[in-house]
């Protein structure tokens, strides 16, 4: 079943959705929304599971894109462009596999419709190993995971997904569902004999190794009218690395072979 998505509106013009990567939220894409926005009405939205929107046991790139579905059909949008980072690139790849006529196109931003092996799931049991009953400091938090996350930046982009209410911590993200679902978020599964022929743009970043050129089969099997354009100097959160190119990129995709303007 569909959940209602939580999300953040902003602009006016033909309708952007974006979605966040694993651990990650609208807030993320703040910057970018606003950048964005001068063109185009923006929708950011949390994925289930994450941020502001409800939790639910089921996790698969099916239920998620049914979810992009059920946003679209409830906003009376018809069909939207749609940007998708990592995990809710993947979500994007299978929406437009499943429901061709609801998106007018696809970014997809440092990741290809292929298997990984490693990705930020592997800190899903670190987390579940943070106590956070007792815990007076968010400082302390990010001394206790330390030892399981050396990376301070990885550390501080986990720990955004640690509210405090009450005067007591708890996560934000269904740490119990990102685990029973990981060999489906690290898979990809297509539609058998789906394809999507529509604008598709997949940036990748150049100190990345998510989208490699091995991988361009895969993404022109199920993407024919698709390119991969690699911004230097980014890693996977390129669109962070690099914000002015990513916008540019992103903008002229959406102008030129989306909306056409």
Known sequence: ?????????????????????????????????????????????DLRNHGDSPWADAMGFD????????????????????????LGGKTAMMAALMAPDRIAGILVVDIAPIPYRESLLEHVESAFDLQLDGTERRSELDE????????????????????????????????????????????????????????????????SGYVMPRHHDAILSLFPAADVITIPDAG???????????VQAATAFLDGPVFGR
């Open 63 to 86: 239920a998620m894109a049914a979810d992009l579905d059920a946003f679209l059909t409830a906003r009376h949008l018809g069909s939207a462009a749609v940007i998708g980072h990592s």
């Open 236 to 246: 996977h959160y390129l669109h962070a690395d690099q914000p002015d190119r990513f």
């Open 144 to 207: 206790d995971l330390s030892g399981l996350i050396p990376e301070p930046g990885t550390r501080s982009f986990i720990l955004q997904n640690v509210v405090q209410e009450g005067g007591r911590f708890r996560w934000r993200v269904n740490l119990a569902a990102l685990r029973a679902n990981a060999n489906l978020l690290t898979d990809f599964r297509p539609p058998r004999g789906a394809t999507y022929d529509g604008p598709a743009r997949f940036l990748a970043g150049g100190r």
């Open 1 to 45: 079943m569909a959940v209602d998505l939580a999300y953040r509106a902003i602009g006016s013009g033909p309708p952007v959705v974006i979605l966040h990567g694993l651990f990650g939220s609208s807030r993320n894409w703040a910057s970018v929304a606003r950048a964005l926005a001068r063109r185009f009405h923006v929708y950011s939205v």
